[in-house]
């Protein structure tokens, strides 16, 4: 089966966010993007991990710096659910570019 085509998109805040490694500016994309339908999403680490080439340690890093800088939520009830907290900035027209 050949894998859909799509984009993600970033916005400048978190792209030029120096705070963040390069691949937590493009694991919020994936998350955006994976939370979009919903609100949220249940990707585990593991699932992002294979898609990225790195390890679970990592893609757990990143999510805690994605957190620590208030740019995701995690809850976990029973599951680990991540939301966007930076939802609310990114409305039409509202993100800046930089």
């Not at 939520?73 to 939802?87: E, F, W």
Request: charged share 25%.
């Amino acid at each position: 089966m050949k894998p859909k085509d799509h984009y993600i998109i970033v916005p400048g805040s978190v792209r030029y966010d120096k705070r963040l490694p390069v691949g937590a500016r493009l694991l919020f994309g994936e998350i955006r993007g994976l939370t979009a339908e919903k609100g949220y999403c249940f990707a585990s680490n593991r699932w992002l991990a294979s898609k990225y080439g790195v390890t679970k340690v990592t893609i757990s890093k990143w999510i805690s710096k994605l957190k620590a800088c208030n740019y995701i939520a995690v809850t976990y009830n029973p599951h680990r659910r991540i939301t966007l907290v930076y939802k609310a900035y990114l409305k039409a027209g509202q993100d800046e570019e930089e």
